[in-house]
């Protein structure tokens, strides 16, 4: 399991502040931020800790299990955002 970040982010980067493994991307600094539309978990690196949900204030970080039916879309998408 990780955990998912879905389309209501603001890209306020309040989570990536909390992650321990430094697994969400991209970071103010990184190329393709002003981009994005939203920022994304690394699913290889998500140890499932559940840091960055309390530190998101619209709730758009979701573990896999619970995404919704009409948000499963964005499991794919947040994985997706690391095979580049
Ligand atoms: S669950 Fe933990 S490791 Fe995974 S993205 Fe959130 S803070 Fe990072
Ligand atoms: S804390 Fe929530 S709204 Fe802010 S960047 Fe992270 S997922 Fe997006």
Do not use: W
């Amino acid at each position: 399991m990780a955990y998912v970040i879905t389309d209501s982010c603001i890209k306020d980067s309040l989570c990536v502040d909390v992650c321990p493994t430094d697994c969400i991307h991209p970071k103010q600094d990184e190329p393709g931020f002003e981009e994005a539309t939203q920022l994304f978990v690394d699913p290889v690196e998500c140890i499932d800790c559940g840091a960055c949900v309390p530190a998101c204030t619209s709730d758009s970080i979701l573990a896999v299990d619970d995404v919704p039916e009409d948000k499963k879309p964005f499991i794919e998408r947040n994985t997706a955002f690391f095979k580049n």
